[in-house]
C-alpha cells in the first residue's frame, strides 16, 4: 500500500494564479483532511471531509476550496493565491471505528511545500 | 475553547538522558489524545494514542506518555535518548473524532 500521497511535492507560484493540490489514499479511510504548517503554528485544519460528497471547513478556510468526488481522492484547491499562503500542505486520512467512543489516529502523507511570489 | 498547549519550542538533551515534552490540554469533555513525530522534510507519523482504555500509554521507539486528569496532561517521555530521536514532536487532541487540534510543536535536539 502507498499509504498517502501528495501531488505535486513542490510548487512556485505567483500572486494570483491558480491550482490545485490532490491527495490520494488507498487505504479505504471514510475521513481525509488538509492542513498547513508554518513555523511555531504546528499544523491548522484547512477542510476535512466525512466521506465522499461532502466536505466542511476548518480553523483556516479562507482562500481554499475543496472536493471529493471519490472516497479515495480530496482536492485542495486555491483559486487566486497569495503570498500568505506560502506554507507546506499535508493531507491526512483517517478510518472509522464501529464501536464508540473510541477514535483513531491520522495517516499523513508527504507534503507539498508551496511558495507564492 | 478546546485546544492543547506543548510547553517549549525546543528541547535539548544529552545523548542517554531523559527526554520530557510536555502537553496539556483544556477541555470539558474527555479528550482523545495523540503524541506524532516529525522528522526533516516528512510528514508526521504516530508515536502513541491516548483513548481512555489505559492512563499510561507506550507507543514506538520506547516513548511513553501518561495521562493525568487532574492537571489536564499528556507529557512524553522516553528515559533514554537517542541521536535518531531528534525531529520535531506534536501533541494533538479531538474530542469529535472529526477535528484535531494540534499544538505548536516541540523540537527535540539530542547531544551527542
Known amino acids: 500500500n502507498a499509504g498517502v500521497t501528495q501531488t505535486p511535492k513542490f510548487r512556485v507560484l505567483k500572486t494570483g494564479q491558480s491550482m490545485t493540490l490532490l491527495c490520494a489514499q488507498d487505504?479505504?479511510?471514510?475521513?481525509m483532511y488538509w492542513y498547513r504548517q508554518d513555523p511555531g503554528m504546528g499544523l491548522r485544519l484547512i477542510h476535512y471531509?466525512?466521506?465522499?460528497?461532502?466536505?466542511a471547513k476548518g480553523e483556516v478556510p479562507d482562500g481554499y476550496n475543496v472536493s471529493r468526488l471519490k472516497k479515495q481522492n480530496f482536492l485542495l484547491g486555491l483559486e487566486s493565491a497569495a503570498p500568505s499562503q506560502t506554507s507546506v500542505y499535508f493531507c491526512?486520512?483517517?478510518?472509522?471505528?464501529?464501536?464508540?467512543?473510541?477514535?483513531?489516529?491520522?495517516?499523513f502523507g508527504p507534503g507539498t511545500r508551496l511558495t507564492v511570489l | 475553547a478546546q485546544s492543547v498547549t506543548q510547553l517549549g519550542s525546543h528541547v535539548s538533551v544529552s545523548e542517554g538522558a531523559l527526554v520530557l515534552l510536555r502537553c496539556n490540554y483544556s477541555?470539558?469533555?474527555?479528550?482523545?489524545l495523540f503524541w506524532y513525530v516529525q522528522y526533516p522534510n516528512q510528514g508526521l507519523q504516530l508515536l502513541l494514542k491516548?483513548?481512555?482504555?489505559?492512563?499510561l500509554v507506550k507507543g514506538i521507539n520506547g516513548f511513553e506518555a501518561e495521562f493525568k486528569k487532574s492537571e489536564t496532561s499528556f507529557h512524553l517521555t522516553k528515559p533514554s535518548a537517542h541521536m535518531s530521536d531528534a525531529a520535531e514532536y506534536f501533541c494533538?487532541?479531538?474530542?469529535?473524532?472529526?477535528?484535531?487540534?494540534f499544538g505548536t510543536g516541540t523540537s527535540l535536539t539530542v547531544i551527542p
Open positions: 491526512a486520512s483517517s478510518y472509522v471505528r464501529a464501536l464508540a467512543p473510541s477514535y483513531n489516529e491520522q495517516f
Open positions: 487505504m479505504n479511510h471514510e475521513y
Open positions: 471531509s466525512v466521506g465522499e460528497g461532502t466536505t
Open positions: 477541555s470539558s469533555v474527555p479528550p482523545y
Open positions: 491516548y483513548t481512555s482504555a489505559a492512563t
Open positions: 494533538a487532541v479531538t474530542f469529535t473524532g472529526n477535528q484535531f487540534y
